[in-house]
């Protein structure tokens, strides 16, 4: 009976994360373009729905979802390109974060836990599928490593994207890890006595 709690609760994480990844992801592309002086064009979501300025189905291009703009400078789209990756991975920090916080039912924090392996590895995706000739989750997704063509737009120096994403990396997981470990330790030691 466990088990198919666990796995519900983990199936629900991850629609979550990929619902809410997909709006932080285009929010934060959208964001920073708008704070730039761009004036948003079109927004899509798959299967090719065009959800703005109005409703219409176009050809589906295997993206997940986009956000069309007026054009910006190089180094301005530069920030807009890594800010959908970027913003995702910032969150998962703050979800481990607040997986912390006692007042969440533990399985509240393993749909928290699998929320935030989505959104962290949102940019690792991008980063590391898309150099493979993948999509940047496996089988959806954009196909060009847009975080790095956007890093590379602000600075020259790929070895310190790559540098970043290993550190991301490492440091993401290993925190991730810690909590789990910390939400099981919680589930073993507080069960209702049957």
């Not at 481990?96 to 533990?106: D, F, Q, S, T, Y």
């Not at 956007?150 to 440091?171: D, E, N, P, Q």
């Amino acid at each position: 009976m466990l088990w198919w709690r666990v796995c519900l609760v983990v199936v629900v994480g991850c629609f979550v994360g990929a619902i809410g990844g997909m709006f932080i992801h285009e929010g934060g592309h959208g964001l920073v373009a708008w704070w730039n002086g761009a004036r948003i064009l079109e927004i899509g979501v798959m299967p090719g729905i065009v959800v703005y300025p109005s409703c219409k189905w176009v050809k589906w291009g295997g993206w997940v979802a986009y956000i069309r703009h007026t054009s910006l400078p190089v180094s301005q789209m530069g920030w807009v390109s890594l800010a959908g990756s970027g913003s995702t991975m910032l969150v998962s920090y703050v979800l481990v974060w607040l997986m912390g916080w006692r007042r969440i039912l533990p399985w509240g924090r393993i749909v928290m836990w699998c929320v935030a392996m989505i959104f962290a590895w949102d940019i690792l995706g991008y980063s590391i599928f898309t150099q493979l000739g993948g999509r940047h989750f496996w089988w959806i997704g954009g196909t060009s490593p847009e975080p790095l063509n956007g890093f590379r737009k602000i600075c020259s120096a790929t070895w310190l994207y790559v540098v970043l994403m290993v550190l991301h990396a490492l440091c993401f997981h290993g925190l991730a890890l810690w909590r789990m470990r910390n939400i099981v330790h919680h589930m073993r030691t507080h069960q209702p006595s049957t």
